[in-house]
């Protein structure tokens, strides 16, 4: 029996007016006699998927990389949750929402979280992939019968759960939420719970702030206790560490753990390993393809899905849903690098906005990958702005005339008006052409699709893929990368690590980045600068060591201890006060 297939039309990037139909002149069905099979409705590409023999002509005949056409793994037939209208985005499955425990979602962008959380949240009321005729929900209660999951949607249905949700896009809480940050908290407060909230978080400073007067990780914190003031029986929190550094990531995930020991349910999406393998008590994987269909796994143990993710391949629906294994190949001693320093500096001092950065001497060696950890506010930023040549030290000097310098700042921005590839060419030059930059930073990245897409229709993910793609493209001596990782998902963050390691092997070039994932730092660093100090008052560079020296050293300042698993080799968090935390604190190893 061949297996289902499903079409997707990607809305907002078909346009028939322009593309002069090809997709249609060119379907075999079509020229056949079958004018069902691809034709315009009311303006919009419609594919008839059971005429549709999948010969893939439409989808690369398409200029706008607008048409999938796949065929869908066997053991989800049947299983449709949620389809958005004609040859739109499918569903299959949903994660099940356990009593008193933190359920976690893992996967790359694209392939259903959000739709997932949403559903359950009871924002979007599924289909079960029926676009014609919505169903009731005594059909949807039905149609998950036997499961756990059916009990929940009728309790869901009839108003007897009460759901609060953290969104993912918290940089938008200031369009719908005004006023100093103590009045909004006080008015959600709703379990008497604020002060715990506000110190453990560290929000005392911030209280008398206007909410539009918030960093990114400001209003990351306030969106946390916002949520856990709230009293309701199910939490769903999207993505809760983006724009939080380490430190904070640990004092979010204590303040999690909370909402599980009062006996609450947690929904946990989260792009971060370590962080999602210490809260979560069970791990849905989800898979697929994105912006095309979702399949969301049945529940695993949380060391059991994490290492099934990261193998890609999943033993229950006898599916591999990415071509090579994620694997971790610690760096015991750091990696050998030349002779050959491309930055030196001496002891530098800045001083700026209140604040003071102390720099101790040192030097970065062509070939290796050097780390910058830290907490938000301590000058990592301002120590590679220097480097970059955008600030100039108080005392001391930068020893890089010559050296050319390639800059990915922290935040990044859509301020070109073209597309992604005349961006590209623009700034790599020749190298656009190289096989090493369209297999090893385009291909690698996943920018193929969005190269005719301008830079100001595209998401955040996307747009931090490109400013990475765009750094890397230049020809430099010195590659300097402020938090690559943000926006993106846990298999977009390794393709982003190979690619910048992949960018100085062989040659005489640096890269220094800036990270806190430390799977990610874990993954690219050959040396660590930790800085440390007072956040937003006075911070101290030391100079670059030996990694496993530094993330110690780092991890201790943050008081949390690693182990590794015993499959992949991938660090993971000790539970406080567990044997094997105390174990790794007697012995002064707190990073394994």
């Known amino acids: 029996m061949p297996a289902k297939r499903i079409a997707v039309v990607d809305r907002d990037r078909c346009n028939p007016r322009k593309c002069g139909l090809e997709c249609i002149k060119y379907c075999p069905e079509v020229r056949m006699g079958v004018e069902e099979t691809i034709r315009l409705e009311d303006g919009l590409l419609i594919i008839d998927e059971e ?38 985005f499918t569903l299959f499955r949903l994660p099940i929402v356990r009593p008193g425990k933190v359920v976690g979602l893992v996967g790359p962008n694209g392939v259903g979280k959000t739709t997932s959380i949403s559903i359950l949240s009871g924002r979007i009321k599924p289909n079960l992939g029926r676009v014609d005729e919505e169903p009731g929900w005594d059909e949807i209660i039905r149609h998950f019968r036997g499961s756990e999951l059916q009990d929940y949607l009728r309790r869901l249905a009839n108003g007897e759960v009460k759901v609060v949700s953290k969104p993912e896009r918290i940089d938008r809480i200031p369009q719908v939420v005004r006023g100093r940050v103590k009045d909004v908290l006080e008015r959600v407060d709703e379990r008497g719970v604020l002060e715990e ?39 769903i929190l999207d993505e809760p560490t983006n724009y939080l550094d380490v430190y904070q990531r640990m004092r979010a995930a204590k303040l999690i753990r909370r909402l599980q020991d009062k006996g ?62 994620i694997s971790f190949l610690p760096r015991i001693g750091g990696q050998e690098v030349s002779d050959n320093p491309v930055v030196v ?48 030290p108080d005392e001391g000097m930068v020893m890089t005339e010559g050296v050319k310098v390639s800059y990915k700042p922290q935040h990044v921005r859509p ?13 790599a030059g020749s190298n656009y052409s190289s096989s090493y930059f369209r297999a090893e930073v385009i291909k690698r990245l996943g920018i193929e699709r969005i190269l005719d897409r301008y830079l100001d229709e595209l998401s955040g993910g996307e747009l931090q893929k490109v400013a990475i793609a765009a750094c890397l493209g230049r020809d430099a001596d010195v590659y300097l990368i402020d938090e690559p990782s943000a926006f993106l998902d846990v298999e977009a963050r390794f393709a982003a690590a190979k690619a910048i390691r992949r960018r100085i092997q062989g040659e005489d070039r640096a890269v220094i980045v800036v990270e806190h994932d430390l799977l990610t730092i874990e993954a690219v660093a050959d040396r660590i600068m930790v800085f440390s100090g007072q956040p ?41 006060g567990s044997k094997m935390d105390q174990m790794a604190r007697a012995r002064g190893r707190y990073y394994p």
């Open 345 to 392: 500096y001496t002891e530098m001092r800045k001083r700026l906005n209140g604040f003071t950065l102390a720099v101790e001497e040192g030097e970065i060696y062509s070939g290796e990958v050097v780390v910058a950890v830290g907490p938000n506010g301590i000058g990592k930023t301002t120590f590679v702005r220097i480097l970059a040549g955008e600030l100039k």
């Open 536 to 576: 937003g008052v006075e911070g101290h560079a030391s100079r670059p060591m030996d990694p496993r020296r530094g993330l110690n050293e780092f991890l201790k300042d943050v008081d949390v201890t690693f182990r590794r698993d015993p499959d992949t080799g991938r660090p993971r968090v000790n539970k406080p």
């Open 51 to 88: 005429l549709c023999t999948g010969c893939g002509i439409c989808v690369k005949k398409c200029p706008f990389s607008a048409i999938s056409v796949v065929n869908l793994p066997a053991p989800i037939e049947g299983e449709e949750v949620h389809r958005y209208g004609i040859n739109g």
């Open 415 to 427: 301020t070109y008006e073209g597309t992604v590839e005349s961006l590209l060419r623009r700034v």
């Open 197 to 235: 909230a506000i110190q453990l978080l560290g929000l005392g400073k911030l209280l008398d702030r206007r909410v539009e007067e918030l960093s990114g990780g400001e209003l990351q914190r306030l969106a946390l206790a916002a949520t856990y003031a709230r009293d309701a029986d199910v939490y």
């Open 264 to 325: 609450k349910s947690v929904m946990l999406v989260e792009h971060d390993l370590a962080v999602l393998d210490y809260l979560s008590d069970y791990v849905h994987i989800l898979y697929g393809e994105p912006g095309v269909y979702g399949v969301v796994s049945h529940p695993h143990s949380t060391r059991e899905g994490i290492n099934i993710f990261l193998d890609g391949y999943l033993p229950d629906d006898n599916v591999r849903f990415r071509d090579e294994p």
